[in-house]
């Protein structure tokens, strides 16, 4: 079974630094690319950073770009999302999904359940 | 950036109503088009990409059209698992980024 499960999520102040993780299993991990996906609380989606299949090539949503890095790491199965200089905007849940293929400019399935991270004093 | 629109915001419809939601791109995408269901608490779940290509699993009461700027998705026949929010993707990478549209939400009549 496809699964994808973040963590790391939790409360920071603004200003503050979290990073997350996403586990992937049950698919080739390194055969694709993965985007980060958040969601504030009671509103749409908001695609967040992409990656290809080997980190060679990402992109980055205007409204985090100079404060996020995504990375991955396939000998572990994992994509992270190094979250810098935070604002209360960017709370949400944090999802993230798989690409079709090895870049990451496609549809997203599967989606993991997310991780909620609270920006706030 | 291209901005995505959907309409209507809120839909209430009754089981075994045909529905159909309207996603509109700022600019042409193509058939860079994706469609995704969500309920409450849960991740969304991809329903179509390639603005008409049913993704596996997915009940065939659910089909999607268009291509450029004017995208449709239609529910042939609602059922009362299909009560949620639907969001239109784009994901042209030549837009800087991958929108969303706001969402409609679907809802019992």
């Known amino acids: 079974e496809v699964q994808l499960v973040e963590s790391g999520g939790g409360v920071v102040r603004p200003g503050g630094s979290l990073r997350l993780s996403c586990a992937a299993s049950?698919?080739?991990?390194?055969?694709?690319?993965m985007s980060w996906v958040r969601q504030a609380p009671g509103k749409g989606l908001e695609w967040v950073s992409g990656?290809?299949?080997?980190?060679?090539?990402?992109g980055y949503a205007d409204s985090v770009k100079g404060r996020f890095t995504i990375s991955r790491d396939n000998a572990k199965n994992s994509l992270y999302l190094q979250m810098n200089s935070l604002r209360a905007e960017d709370t949400a849940l944090y999802h993230c999904?798989?690409?079709?293929?090895?870049?990451?400019?496609?549809?997203?399935?599967?989606w993991g359940q997310g991780t909620l991270v609270t920006v706030s004093s | 950036d291209i901005q995505m629109t959907q309409s209507p915001s809120t839909l209430s419809a009754s089981v075994g109503d045909r529905v159909t939601i309207t996603c509109r791109a700022s600019?042409?995408?193509?058939?860079?088009l994706a469609w995704y269901q969500q309920k409450p608490g849960k991740a969304p779940k991809l329903l179509i990409y390639?603005?008409?290509s049913l993704e596996s699993g997915v009940p065939s009461r659910f089909s999607g059209s268009g291509s450029g700027t004017e995208f449709t998705l239609t529910i042939s026949s609602l059922q009362p698992d299909d009560f949620a929010t639907y969001y239109c993707?784009?994901?042209?990478?030549?837009?800087?980024?991958?929108?969303f549209g706001p969402g409609t939400k679907v809802d019992i009549k």
């Open positions: 999904a798989r690409a079709s293929y090895g870049d990451y400019d496609s549809w997203f399935d599967p």
């Open positions: 049950g698919f080739t991990f390194d055969d694709y690319g």
């Open positions: 990656i290809n299949w080997n980190g060679g090539s990402t």
């Open positions: 600019q042409s995408i193509s058939s860079w």
């Open positions: 390639k603005a008409s």
């Open positions: 993707q784009q994901y042209n990478s030549y837009s800087g980024g991958f929108t």
